[in-house]
Each structure stands twice: as structure tokens, then as C-alpha cells.
Nanobody, 124 residues
Framework: QVELVESGGGSVQPGGSLRLSCVAS????????MGWYRQAPGRERELVAK????????NYADSVKGRFTISRDDAKNTAFLQMTALKPEDTAVYFC?????????????????WGRGTRVTVSS
């Protein structure tokens, strides 16, 4: 089975920076799209940023454009989210999502996987 594990969350003051990482492990032969989502208390999960296979394109939520940067390291099955100029409204649990090609019972298949999340708190 495939597992995604996020790291890098924490508490930071407004204007600060954090870098999130998400590592995928398992019997993986390829990863297509990678994305970061977030869910604030009492709100629905929302897309923050996504990056296409091989990094050919990226998309960002309007609220984070110019402040957040998504990137990937395919050799390490890892996605990153560099967050700068953080605001209190960025406070949320951040989840990693990947569309992963993996081998399951000797069969190749593609499935969507989620990490368990890492908490980001922006407060003075």
C-alpha cells in the first residue's frame, strides 16, 4: 500500500515562513499530479496548490498566489510547499494529495492517496 506523510507544520508569527514536505512511500512506479489542500476549523477542505507530472504546470488558490510555491522531487517521491508572508487566515491543517501509480498484488494501478495532515498555526 502507499502512504503519504506530511511534515514541516508548526506555529509561526504573521509574516513568517514554513516549508511543508510530503513523502510518498510504497511500491510506487510513478506519481502524476501532486497537491496541497487545507482545512480550517469549521470550513471545508480547499485546494491550496497543485503541480502536474514532472512539474510542467502549477496552479494556486487566489488567496496564496505570490506567497506560496509548490514544487516536487520525483526522485524522492516528495512534494513541497514553501509558504511565505503567512497570515492568520492561513491557519489550518494542510493535507498532501497525490495520484500515484503503484503495484498492488502484481498489478499496476493508479489511485488517489491522502496524507493525515500537518497543522499550521499563524498567530502573534
Amino acid at each position: 500500500q502507499v502512504e503519504l506523510v506530511e511534515s514541516g507544520g508548526g506555529s509561526v508569527q504573521p509574516g513568517g515562513s514554513l516549508r511543508l514536505s510530503c513523502v510518498a512511500s510504497g511500491n510506487i512506479f510513478s506519481i502524476a499530479e501532486m497537491g496541497w489542500y487545507r482545512q480550517a476549523p469549521g470550513r471545508e477542505r480547499e485546494l491550496v496548490a497543485k503541480i502536474a507530472a514532472r512539474g510542467t504546470s502549477t496552479n494556486y488558490a487566489d488567496s496564496v498566489k505570490g506567497r506560496f510555491t509548490i514544487s516536487r522531487d520525483d526522485a524522492k517521491n516528495t512534494a513541497f510547499l514553501q509558504m511565505t508572508a503567512l497570515k492568520p487566515e492561513d491557519t489550518a491543517v494542510y493535507f498532501c494529495n497525490m495520484f500515484v501509480g503503484h503495484i498492488n498484488v502484481a498489478l499496476k494501478r493508479w489511485d488517489d492517496f491522502w496524507g493525515r495532515g500537518t497543522r499550521v498555526t499563524v498567530s502573534s
